[in-house]
């Protein structure tokens, strides 16, 4: 059974750093893309940036390029997302994502919140 979980969320100021995990279980991720998403009140759910399973391609949204990074961790079956620099338009439900061809799991999501 396929299973997402994420974890890092909080509070930070503006300028502050973050690094969301996203646990996963129930698959080997050798293939697919895993991603990050987020929604923010009252808007729309948005891309983030995504990771492919050998993790040598990755991409982002232009929002968030050269601020956050998406990596993979094999050894503990974790995708993570290092939000550096981060702004109060950041503030959302971030969530997990995985899609393969015959797979598509979100996990929760976890809160960030970017205020002073």
């Known amino acids: 059974q396929v299973k997402l979980v994420e974890s890092g969320g909080g509070w930070v100021q503006p300028g502050g750093t973050l690094k969301l995990s996203c646990a996963y279980s129930?698959?080997?991720?050798?293939?697919?893309?895993m991603s990050w998403h987020r929604q923010a009140p009252g808007k729309e759910r948005e891309w983030i940036a995504l990771?492919?399973?050998?993790?040598?391609?990755?991409s982002y949204q232009d929002f968030v390029r050269g601020r956050f990074t998406i990596s993979k961790d094999d050894s503990e079956n974790k995708i993570h997302l290092q939000m550096n620099n981060l702004k109060p338009e950041d503030t959302a439900l971030y969530s997990c994502r995985r899609v393969d061809v015959d797979d598509d799991y979100w996990g929760q999501g976890t809160q960030v919140t970017v205020s002073t």
């Open positions: 990771i492919d399973g050998p993790g040598e391609r990755t």
């Open positions: 129930g698959f080997s991720f050798t293939q697919g893309v």
